[in-house]
């Protein structure tokens, strides 16, 4: 049985958010935008993401991010 691989790629941290594009198995799944979500909140879905895939879960800092799209 093959396990999705996921990976949450930060592309902002703001003193409370976190906004990252998420991608399962090297695909884009939100390809509307940005996911925002509060720092507290990001951390339990790597946590729960991580656990539940087995280590197949990756956090990391985009390489290109954009140049500050909010206000």
């Known amino acids: 049985m093959l396990s999705n691989k996921y990976q ?3 592309v ?3 003193k409370n958010h976190v ?3 998420f991608f399962v198995n ?10 925002c ?3 507290n909140d990001f951390d339990r ?3 729960d993401l991580f656990r539940s895939s087995k ?3 990756t956090k990391n800092f985009s390489s290109n991010p954009p ?3 909010f206000t």
């Open 8 to 10: 949450l790629s930060i």
């Open 12 to 14: 902002t941290l703001t």
């Open 19 to 21: 906004f990252f594009n």
């Open 26 to 35: 090297g695909s884009l799944a939100n390809t509307d935008g940005y996911i």
């Open 37 to 39: 979500m509060s720092i």
């Open 45 to 47: 879905l790597y946590k």
């Open 55 to 57: 280590g197949q879960c």
């Open 67 to 69: 140049v500050q799209f």
